[in-house]
């Protein structure tokens, strides 16, 4: 269950879910141990904006999208996982001005989870990086006019928790959390922006399963996009309180 109410900006559309067929295993290096995972889906769809979306039963081309991970713990008590990724295929559909066009991703991942009596501290990190191919796109302005722009977005997070362990019933049962957030979109286009994101939150632990999550977030986001394409260039700032209660099934 995360940590706090809010997942990390970019992460989930970066790093999508998907249909397809997976294997996974993993097998000892001497202290150390290593898993992977690799898998064969549909891949994502690109649109005639630049965006691209994943997750769907159907494939809008022929090719199929191979992802990969390999993590490794290379301490004997696996308190430490670092992990690289990548997810590699065609986004172009048949027929389109995108047809041609392909998308590749690359992630590198943390995962750290010591006992500190009397606390047990949880740090956890992600660096992502999304390259499509330079197509040209149909202007929304002017739809006999076309566009381009360098389709490279760039999404990271930084996450610390920690939660008392050795003491009264109810302290241990609270885990306080803090995350930051960076997710970059393509400048030029129309949805490009800077985006960053402050996250602070105090969860209660009813059972293993069970939380009740109590997340402030701040979010300040700035506008890379083409005000000649119709796109919003401005600035955005909010400031959220989020009230959850989760359940993991």
């Known amino acids: 269950i995360n940590k706090l109410a809010t997942d990390p900006m970019g992460i989930a559309g970066m790093t999508p879910t998907d249909y397809g067929i997976e294997a996974e295993g993993g097998f000892p290096l001497g202290d150390m141990k290593m898993n992977y995972d690799i898998a064969l889906t549909n891949g994502s769809q690109l649109h005639p904006d630049g965006t691209l979306t994943s997750g769907n039963i159907t494939d809008n081309n022929n090719g199929k999208t191979v992802t990969a991970r390999v993590g490794l713990l290379p301490f004997s008590n696996a308190s430490l996982e670092v992990g690289v990724s990548g997810m ?12 041609d066009a392909k998308g590749n991703a690359y992630a590198f991942d943390l995962n750290y989870v010591k006992n500190f009596n009397p ?14 191919s330079n197509v040209n796109y149909i202007n929304p302005v002017d739809t006999t006019k076309t566009y381009t722009f360098n389709n490279h977005a760039v999404s990271s997070f930084a996450q610390c928790s920690m939660r008392p362990v050795n003491v009264n019933s109810f302290i241990k049962n609270l885990e306080a959390a803090g995350r930051y957030t960076m997710y970059n979109t393509p400048g030029n286009s129309t949805f490009g922006s800077d985006q960053h994101a402050v996250t602070v939150g105090l969860s209660y632990w009813l059972n293993w399963r069970t939380v009740f999550k109590v997340t402030y977030e701040s979010y300040t986001g700035n506008s890379t996009a083409s005000k000649d394409l119709g796109a919003f260039t401005g600035k955005t700032s909010t400031n959220t309180l989020f009230v959850q209660f989760s359940i993991q099934l």
Do not use: D
């Not at 590699?88 to 047809?99: A, E, L, N, R, Y």
């Not at 606390?119 to 499509?132: G, R």
């Open 88 to 99: 590699f295929g065609k986004v172009g559909t048949p027929g389109s001005v995108t047809q």
């Open 119 to 132: 606390v047990l501290l949880n740090i956890k990190a992600q660096y992502n990086i999304q390259n499509v």
